[in-house]
């Protein structure tokens, strides 16, 4: 395929995540648009805004944050760059991490912190209510089962439209779903660390979406044999990593993240690369020791 070839995120097919939210199955992760170390403003607004608002005309009506990326700069950004916000656009943000500084992420999944992150949330989104809320992780400090109650309440009071999981095992989400419908799990995933394979088919089997972090791996083995079967596919490694999610399973909903408007438009472009059966399970024979989670 052609590197440069721009295509719809709609070439990927869609999803319905929690039975009502039908969305593009390639999405978009706003991590990225903040400043050093997920730390502040970006270095330059202007481009980060403008990469918002192309990949909403690429297709793109997913969009995953959280209100630690920045702090709450993420948040701020796609208010700015898309209120008010188009028809079908689904925004997926997190809570359960505070920031001390940039590069630091702390637990805090407390009943009282999830509340005020929504609340902030709700506010820097100009949101009356969050499609899809997302515990960002679990808290040792903190029983598991609280939080998520306290997200089934915020539920219940209309503030969140459906509850979601991120950096969780499948006990995590067994436990989860005996208090509240689970719409989505976000772990890091790739063709190199499927750590969370049986997640990825338990969500299969539950019609529940799951969207991968991290989507090229870190080993230099999987970096080579994606640059090999790139080459060979005349595309990038981003783009064949990509293709191996949408591949892999109709549940995965990738959503890569970028702050540039020319390597979104490179990302978007793998909804059209067709991956060979030979080169996806080349690729899916590269694996490396599970690494931190965060996401």
Known sequence: MNKEQILSAAAAGTFTIGGDLTVNRLGYGAMRITGAGVWGPPTDKATSLATLRRAIDLGVNLIDTADSYGPGTSEELIAEA???????????????????????????ASPSHLTEALEGSLKR???????????????NAVSFEASIEALAGLREQGKIRHV?????????????????????VQNRYSFADRESDFIVDYCEQHNIAFLPWA?????????DTIKQVANDLDATPLQVALAWLLKRSKVILPIPGTSSVKHLEENTAATGLELPQGAYARLSAVTHPPASLRG
């Open 164 to 184: 979601a999981l991120s950096n969780v095992t499948r006990e995590h989400v067994e436990r989860a779903r005996r208090i509240v419908p689970i719409v989505s």
């Open 215 to 223: 989507p090229l791996g870190q080993a230099k083995e999987a970096h």
């Open 82 to 108: 898309l209120y008010p916000y188009p028809v079908g656009l689904v925004i997926a943000t997190k809570g359960g991490w505070e920031r001390p500084g940039p590069g630091q992420w702390t637990h805090n």
């Open 125 to 139: 989104l100009r949101l009356d209510r969050i499609d899809v809320y997302q515990l960002h992780a679990p808290d």
